[in-house]
């Protein structure tokens, strides 16, 4: 099915350590976003990609990076990962006037 | 601060409508209305959205005041799985731009048997 796609959908990391989450989306759409969301929170931005080869931060960037590898894929990194960057992570696309598709979420905990 | 107001929770019976209320009192001439859905921590899902003129799609209505300070999503026959977080947020130009979208914690709707 056509849609937003993010991997891994659960992982558990240890204070300091490192990891990237992927995203893919196959609707052709220019506009790529990294949010989370911390519990009975609305979602937050963190990046987003409004073209290929084009990044800005959202509202809460500190912690993240994040690479516009193509028009299909947009991955966040954690360099350093800290206890308060536990969260569910949503990836999202757009590309019309008809909203934005969410990804599945990953679901991340740095204990 | 989120630029929209919704109730924290709603109930609703099923097969009734469902009339989720939101206030946008500081809309601005070039923002739409959107409404999104998160059901049980899954991603959102877009609803549907309008400028000014009623909208109607398969999932849903939308209502705009007049003044468009306010607005209404009907769900015309509430269904178990109609149980969700319902967003309502306004986004200028459509969602396609560099405009950063501010998630308010939304109305919990829950359909009752």
């Known amino acids: 099915n056509a849609g937003v796609t993010q991997t891994p959908k659960f992982q558990v990391l240890k204070t300091g350590q490192s990891m990237t989450l992927q995203c893919a989306q196959d609707?052709?759409?220019?506009?790529m976003y990294w949010y989370r969301q911390d519990p009975g929170m609305g979602l937050r931005l963190i990046y987003y990609?409004?073209?290929?080869?084009?990044?800005d931060k959202g509202e809460v960037p500190n912690g993240y990076n994040v690479s516009r590898l193509n028009k299909r894929e947009f991955s966040l990194r954690l360099e350093s990962a800290a206890p308060s960057q536990t969260s569910v992570y949503f990836c999202?696309?757009?590309?019309?006037?008809?909203?934005?598709?969410f990804g599945s979420g990953t679901r991340l905990t740095v204990v | 601060d989120a630029k929209t107001t919704q109730p924290p929770s709603m109930d609703c019976a099923e097969g009734r409508a469902a009339n989720l209320p939101c206030n946008h009192s500081?809309?601005?001439?070039?923002?739409?209305v959107y409404w999104y859905r998160q059901i049980h921590s899954q991603g959102p899902q877009y609803i549907i959205h309008?400028?000014?003129?009623?909208e109607t799609n398969e999932m849903a209505s939308l209502i705009i005041t007049e003044d468009r300070k306010s607005s209404t999503l009907i769900l015309p026959h509430a269904t178990l799985r109609d149980t969700a977080v319902y967003y309502c947020?306004?986004?200028?130009?459509?969602?396609?731009?560099?405009?950063?979208?501010?998630w308010g914690a939304g109305t919990k709707l829950i359909i009752k048997p």
């Open positions: 309008g400028l000014k003129n009623n």
């Open positions: 990609s409004a073209s290929e080869g084009t990044t």
């Open positions: 947020i306004v986004s200028p130009q459509g969602q396609d731009s560099n405009y950063q979208l501010i």
């Open positions: 500081t809309i601005s001439g070039n923002e739409y």
């Open positions: 609707m052709n759409h220019n506009s």
């Open positions: 999202a696309s757009s590309g019309s006037n008809y909203g934005y598709t």
